[in-house]
């Protein structure tokens, strides 16, 4: 908004010029000389000459309004508040109710509001409105009105807002910014430069935490992503394995800036590769945000056909691994001003964004809205004071656990960041992000060799049969991690062509407390005899009536015997040694002809599934606790 304030204002100084001489309002022709004189300065953006020129047309003639406005322009074009100040507020002294002059009402409530000033900018846009031309300024001049109103009670109501510096050890570099956290909350990524020159150079650091749960000092990330070139804004997936980040020179690209994708296989990052033009434009592209699974993809971009100059962008990522044409999320995010610094936190529900369109304290504030069903969006919600003041406010980062926020604290003096230092605090109870995360996280190894295998880890939310996320573990050493967001139950399949999938069932209810948990994937080769554990098959006590959310373990089961056509399998039933053997041997048949059945019902041929009670024969856990019990009721599958 400043920057189109003020170019409104130049274009109106310089339309003064173009009348005749005798219409400027001084009757010194030198004065009048003058401040025609400073028209090409000002055209050039050549402000010290043009303020020269302009002073000593006012010492020539104090009451001359144009050479006021123009001289306050000046100013305020070379950051010289009080300068500018000044000379709008003789304007309005000298021509308060002339339209041509408006704008110095806009412009001074502009600064009152930068500087805190709401009674006074309301005053001013009030008079600004009142005598404006129609049409001038006024969807900015009501915006401003209203962020007036807005910021004068949410001061009144303040929320908890207790931010600290991170440890000095992380804090080493006179500029850090963008902070992003993996989801187990062990490592930090960020941006750092020592200077504020174009020519600083700008790379991604990461620190992480040792066994105290200290911060390390950081160290460049790579020597594959960070060149001599600027690395800029980066976001993680949740497992730390896959970053985005922005370039905007020094690699081929598409436009000023483009977004760069890398991988982590073992302890190094692969060459970054452009993300190609479904993502990036002739324009700029940047400030990613990345969804915990990697999958879903938020940035910044001002190509044209947005609603405003910048808007926030969205793709998705399908199992090919190729990105689908970037598409604006549109309204209630996006307005007609700017939308910068996307966040979608690892629930996948709840984003957070800077904007200076919506109602706020001035400039940019801090936004946050929810995915509501249908997958739209609900409107935005200022993050209060003081957390959003009248400064600007670009950028948060919400930790997993929902109740930790991560920024940079930045100083500036004029156009430019002097320090930067990374912050955290404690989210308020209104701001903590309802739906937590949880995470599951561990190897995938070869059952017999135990060598490291890259496997795709799917969890599905049992309560919709729907996909939640998808990752694959580290080819290097196997590792994975993915997010379980609260509120259901959920089925973990991890897979691997020529291996028997693993069945593992995960529960976060919403009364449930964040306890990460820890699985090794054993995975066998698809050979005879083998055979797997169904551990989301369910049936109600006592019964052998599947339940409903047995489905997506059921099709599982059909998928995989579709991309095996030559496997034939045994549906196995087993049970605790609770009653008597007989009984538990036609519990566990009949729970195997259930599963059968389904299978039958749904296409599958009968001359591939076979089945067979095994009742209390074979344990695999004691069956002298609950625990254990639970582990020998189950369903299995074997390879015949």
């Given at each position: 908004m ?64 144009e ?37 110095a ?55 908890a ?14 500029l850090q ?15 750092a ?40 804004t ?56 990345l ?5 879903t ?46 966040f ?10 800077a ?6 304290f ?22 209060g004071?003081?957390i ?11 930790a ?38 949880n ?21 599905y ?16 050493t ?79 089961i ?15 039933g ?64 074997k390879?015949l």
């Amino acid at each position: 908004m400043k920057i189109l304030a003020l170019f409104f204002i130049l274009s109106n100084i310089v339309s003064f010029a173009s009348e005749a001489q005798q219409a400027l309002g001084t009757k010194n022709k030198r004065a009048a000389d003058l401040y025609i004189e400073s028209e090409t300065y000002v055209i050039r953006r050549q402000y010290p000459q043009a303020i020269s020129l302009l002073n000593q047309a006012l010492n020539r003639d104090y009451q001359f309004a144009e050479a006021h406005l123009r001289l306050g322009t000046c100013y305020k074009a070379v950051e010289d508040n009080a300068g500018a100040i000044k000379h709008f507020t003789e304007v309005i002294k000298l021509k308060p109710a002339d339209p041509r002059y408006s704008l110095a009402y806009f412009v001074l409530a502009e600064m009152n509001i930068k500087e805190g000033k709401y009674d006074e900018a309301i005053e001013l846009l009030n008079q600004h409105q009142k005598i404006a031309p129609k049409g001038n300024l006024s969807n900015e001049g009501a915006l401003m009105l209203q962020n007036a109103f807005y910021a004068k009670e949410a001061i009144q109501n303040p929320v908890a807002f207790d931010p600290k510096p991170l440890s000095s050890r992380v804090n080493v570099f006179q500029l850090q910014y963008f902070p992003v956290l993996t989801a187990d909350e062990s490592t930090l990524f960020f941006t750092a430069r020592n200077g504020n020159a174009r020519t600083d150079d700008e790379d991604i650091f990461i620190s992480n935490k040792d066994n105290l749960g200290a911060w390390t000092a950081p160290e460049p990330i790579s020597r594959n992503i960070n060149t001599r070139f600027n690395e800029g804004t980066c976001s993680i997936s949740a497992d730390g394995r896959m970053m985005i980040f922005t370039t905007c020179e020094g690699r081929q690209g598409y436009g000023s800036c483009d977004l760069y994708v890398t991988y982590k296989m073992g302890a190094d990052w692969s060459i970054p590769e452009n993300l190609g033009p479904n993502i990036n434009s002739p324009q700029w592209d940047s400030q990613p945000s990345l969804s915990a699974d990697g999958n879903t993809l938020y940035y910044v971009s001002n190509r044209p056909g947005g609603l405003g100059n910048r808007d926030i962008y969205v793709s998705y990522r399908n199992e090919s691994g190729e990105w689908t044409k970037a598409q604006n999320i549109g309204e209630p995010i996006n307005t007609s001003s700017d939308e910068v610094s996307p966040f979608i936190h690892a629930n996948g529900f709840t984003f957070f964004f800077a904007s200076n369109g919506h109602p706020g304290f001035g400039g940019f504030d801090i936004f946050s809205s929810e995915i509501e069903s249908g997958n739209t969006w609900g409107f935005p919600k200022n993050v209060g004071y003081p957390i959003n003041t009248a400064e600007d406010q670009v950028s948060l980062f919400i930790a997993a656990s929902g109740t930790t926020a991560y920024y940079a604290n930045e100083k500036k003096q004029g156009n430019e960041y002097v320090d930067s230092k990374i912050y955290s605090f404690e989210l308020p109870p209104t701001l903590q992000v309802t739906r937590g995360v949880n995470y599951v996280k561990g190897r995938v190894v070869d059952a017999l060799t135990q060598q490291p295998i890259i496997a795709t880890v799917e969890l599905y939310d049992l309560a919709t049969d729907e996909l939640s996320s998808r990752v694959k573990s580290d080819s290097l050493t196997g590792e994975y991690l993915i997010t379980l967001t609260k509120g259901s139950e959920y089925a973990l399949y991890v897979n691997k062509n020529g291996y028997l999938f693993d069945s593992r069932y995960f529960s976060f209810q919403e009364d449930d407390s964040v306890n990460p948990e820890l699985a090794d994937i054993l995975l066998n080769k698809i050979t005879r005899g083998e055979s797997v554990n169904l551990n989301n098959i369910f049936f109600d006590f006592d019964t052998f009536a599947l339940r409903e959310k047995s489905k997506t373990e059921l099709k599982k089961i059909i998928a995989f015997l579709n991309a095996y056509p030559e496997i034939k399998i045994e549906m196995e039933g087993h049970t605790d040694n609770v009653g008597s053997a007989q009984y538990n041997l036609e519990l566990s048949r009949s729970r195997a002809l259930s599963v059968y059945e389904y299978l039958m019902e749904n296409g599958v041929a009968d001359n591939r599934v076979y089945y067979k009670g095994y009742g209390m024969e074979k344990p695999i856990a004691t069956n002298t606790t609950e625990e254990g019990r639970q582990q020998n009721r189950r369903i299995a599958f074997k390879i015949l």
